[in-house]
């Protein structure tokens, strides 16, 4: 098996999330090896500038500004990447996180049902919506972003561990569902990784290092760490690999 099976030319991915962090990082990487992109964002111009950057690498991006809680947004953003690159060979759904904290008790309703529609009702019509394509044409790759949060309990993130445990339920069903068809579902589990998104928390070099010291890889993952075992997933080098879930946390869970 030769570097190439790694390589992926002539390939179209369409990544949620894509403005920053992992998704940023994915979508780039995925352009590095070969793959056209389309960048699905709540932030137009986030995902404008990076459209720029793919494409001055060669490739063709198309930056789809996209609410991925909205049905109709999610169907369009489907359609236009087809229309535009032509097929969908990998899904990404990276879009996802929480902005708060509490304990259930004193969880509001709101705030759950916010919660599950990004991290998980997201993940199910992007899936249904591009596992047509995907089924249809008889290849392709879904990666879906869970977390350790969502193998393991997380206190005070009881909304979000709820919607990442089902995500990866949700992968495994799916490989299940499409392994005839030649479409393979994967989830990626990431532990701490530098984002704008927790940046208080490994900015501070005290809080940081609390954050990291029951890990054997006393650091904090960064999004690139991440993208490379996407890009792995979305390869020909993954193509005997389904209805895994892949933790990279640094060696925490061990």
Not at 48 to 64: F, N, S, T, V
Not at 193 to 210: H, I, M, Q, Y
Request: glycine content about 10%; hydrophobic content about 45%; aromatic content about 6%.
């Amino acid at each position: 098996m030769g570097l190439e099976v790694f390589s992926l030319e002539g390939k179209s991915a369409l990544v949620t999330g894509a403005s920053r962090g992992i998704g940023a990082a994915i979508a780039t990487a995925f352009a590095e090896a070969g793959a056209d992109v389309a960048l699905a964002a709540r932030s137009t111009s986030d995902i404008e500038q990076l459209a720029g950057k793919i494409e001055a690498l060669g490739r063709r991006a198309i930056p789809i500004t996209t609410d991925v809680t909205n049905p109709d947004d999610v169907r369009a953003c489907v359609a236009k990447t087809i229309d535009g690159l032509g097929k969908i060979d990998t899904l990404v759904n990276n879009a996802g996180g929480t902005k708060f904290m509490a304990p259930l008790i004193d969880l509001r309703p709101d705030g759950w049902h916010k919660a599950i529609a990004l991290n998980l009702d997201s993940v199910f019509m992007f899936c249904q919506e591009a596992g047509r394509h995907m089924v249809a044409n008889g290849s392709g790759s879904v990666i879906n972003m869970s977390s350790v949060a969502g193998v393991h309990g997380a206190p005070a993130l009881s909304y979000y561990s709820a919607a990442k445990h089902a995500v990866v339920g949700l992968t495994k069903t799916l490989a299940i569902e499409w392994g005839d068809s030649g479409v393979r579902v994967n989830a990626l589990c990431p532990g701490w990784v530098k984002t704008e998104l927790n940046r208080p928390f490994w900015s501070d070099p005290e809080t940081s290092a609390s954050f990291v010291q029951n890990q054997p890889i006393k650091r904090w993952g960064e999004p690139e760490e991440i993208a490379a075992a996407a890009v792995w997933l979305a390869s020909d080098a993954a193509s005997y690999v389904t209805g895994s879930t892949i933790v990279i946390d640094g060696g925490a869970l061990a």
